[in-house]
C-alpha cells in the first residue's frame, strides 16, 4: 500500500499519526454503494466507527445515511451535511437531553432498545407536540460467530428487546401516541466475515416482521444493522470487504414485502482498510527471552488489540529485507496490556524506523484517549 514516495513523505512527520489513504476509502464506499444500488438497499454509515471530519465528508459526499449512537452524533452527522431524513439513532442509554437534541432535529427513526425508551420517547415528543419514529432494536438471539467482546445479539448482551418481551413492546407501542412505528431494527455485533450468520439473521427478521404484522403493527423499515468483517491479515491482498456477497445473502433470504425497505448499518467495512497508524521505535529491547520494539504509539491511539485482543498487521516500512526476529511489539503506555502484538516477524529493527499498523481506519482514532497525559496526535491524508 505504502509507495516509496509516501514512505519518504512520512520520515519528515512527528509521529504518531493516523493515515489516511483517501483513494481507499473512496474506492470502498464506490463498492458499498453500487453493491447495495443493485437491490435499493439504504446505507448508513456508522459514524462510532470514524468521525474525523475528511473522512466523514468523503462518505457524506456519497449520499449516504448516517447511523448514530450519541446525540453528538446526530450533531456532527447533521454539521457534515449528512441528511437528516437519513439519521437514524440507536444506543442502550440515550439520555434525555441526546433524545430531545434528536426530536429537534427530526430525524429519521429512533432505534429504541427497550419498553422504558418507548414511554420516555413519547413523554419527549408529547411535550414538544411531535411524533417520533421509531423501530424496535429486536435482540435475535444470533450467534454472530465473532469475538464475545464484539458480539451484541445474544440474549445476555445488553442491546435490544428479547422475543420474550414483544408483547410489552406492542402493549408499549398502543399506549404511545407520540410514536410512530416504522419497523424492527437488529444489531448483532461486529468483524462479521461468516455470511451464514447473517442467513441466520434474516431468517430472524422474517420471523420477526410476521410477528408484527399479525399483531397489527405495519412493518416498513427493516433495518439489518452492520457488522460486515475485514481481513485484517490480509489489507493488501484483500483490502475490501465482500459487499457482493453481503448485499446478495440479504437479496435472497430476506423476505421484502411490497413497500418495504431495507436498511443497513455499516461502520468498519467503509473505513477500515483506508486507515494505518503510523509509529516510530524509540528503543529496541533484546532480552533473553524477548525482543521488544517499543513504539511511540500505544493504547492511547489504537486500543483494539488490548481491549478485543484484535490482531494488527505491523510492518516495518524502513527495513527492505526479510522478517528475522520475532518482537512483542510495544507502546509506551505505564500498563502491561499496552502490546500490539506478541511475536512479530520482523526485519531487524532500529530506533527511528516507522512502523506500519494496518487497517487502522475503524475504531482507532475515535477511541484515542488522553491517559499518561498524552498528545492528541494528528491526521496525515492522502490526496
Ligand atoms: C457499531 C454499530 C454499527 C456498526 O458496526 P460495524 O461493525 O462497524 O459495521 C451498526 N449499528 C449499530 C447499532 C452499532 O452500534
Not at 19 to 24: F, L
Not at 61 to 85: L, M, P, R, T, Y
Not at 207 to 220: A, L, S, T
Not at 288 to 305: C, V, W, Y
Request: one cysteine or more; glycine letters at 8%; proline letters at 3%.
Amino acid at each position: 500500500m505504502f509507495t516509496t514516495d509516501t514512505t519518504n513523505k512520512f520520515k519528515d512527520l512527528e509521529t504518531p499519526f493516523y493515515y489516511y489513504d483517501m483513494g481507499i476509502l473512496r474506492q470502498t464506499l464506490e463498492a458499498c454503494t453500487n453493491a447495495s444500488a443493485k437491490y435499493g438497499f439504504h446505507v448508513h454509515y456508522a459514524m462510532k466507527a470514524n468521525f474525523n471530519p475528511k473522512v466523514l465528508d468523503m462518505i457524506q459526499s456519497f449520499g449516504v445515511g448516517a447511523d448514530c449512537v450519541s446525540g453528538n452524533e446526530v450533531k456532527a452527522a447533521i454539521d457534515h451535511g449528512f441528511d437528516k431524513g437519513k439519521v437514524v439513532f440507536a444506543g442502550v442509554g440515550k439520555s434525555d437531553k441526546e433524545i430531545n437534541f434528536a426530536l429537534d432535529a427530526d430525524i429519521f427513526c429512533f432505534n429504541v432498545e427497550s419498553v422504558q425508551e418507548l414511554h420516555i420517547i413519547n413523554d419527549l415528543a408529547k411535550a414538544k407536540n411531535k411524533k417520533a419514529n421509531v423501530a424496535i432494536r429486536i435482540n435475535p438471539n444470533v450467534d454472530a460467530h465473532t469475538h464475545h467482546f464484539i458480539t451484541t445479539g445474544l440474549d445476555e448482551n445488553k442491546f435490544g428487546v428479547n422475543i420474550w418481551q414483544l408483547p410489552d413492546v406492542a402493549n408499549a407501542l398502543r399506549e404511545c401516541p407520540n410514536l410512530q412505528f416504522l419497523g424492527i431494527h437488529f444489531h448483532i455485533g461486529s468483524q462479521i466475515t461468516d455470511m451464514e450468520v447473517y442467513k441466520s439473521l434474516c431468517t430472524r427478521i422474517n420471523e420477526m416482521q410476521d410477528w408484527f404484522e399479525d399483531h397489527g403493527f405495519p412493518v416498513k423499515v427493516l433495518n439489518t444493522g452492520g457488522g460486515l468483517g475485514v481481513d485484517y491479515h490480509n489489507p493488501d491482498t484483500n483490502g475490501m470487504a465482500d459487499f457482493e456477497s453481503y448485499f446478495e445473502v440479504f437479496k435472497n433470504f430476506l423476505n421484502v414485502k411490497p413497500g418495504q425497505e431495507v436498511h443497513f448499518e455499516l461502520g468498519r467495512a467503509m473505513v477500515a482498510q483506508s486507515g494505518s497508524l503510523i509509529s516510530r521505535v524509540l528503543y529496541v529491547k533484546n532480552g533473553q527471552k524477548k525482543n521488544f520494539l517499543i513504539l511511540d504509539a500505544g493504547m492511547t491511539e489504537l486500543i483494539r488489540p488490548m481491549l478485543y485482543q484484535a490482531y494488527h498487521d505491523i510492518e516495518n516500512l524502513s527495513q527492505e529485507s526479510k522478517p528475522s526476529i520475532k518482537y512483542d511489539v510495544v507502546g509506551p503506555i505505564c500498563e502491561s496490556t499496552d502490546c500490539f502484538r506478541k511475536d512479530v516477524d520482523l526485519p531487524e529493527s532500529f530506533r527511528g524506523d516507522l512502523i506500519a499498523i494496518r487497517t487502522a481506519g475503524a475504531y482507532a482514532e475515535v477511541m484515542a484517549s488522553g491517559y499518561n497525559l498524552r498528545d492528541k496526535v494528528q491526521s496525515v491524508y492522502s490526496a
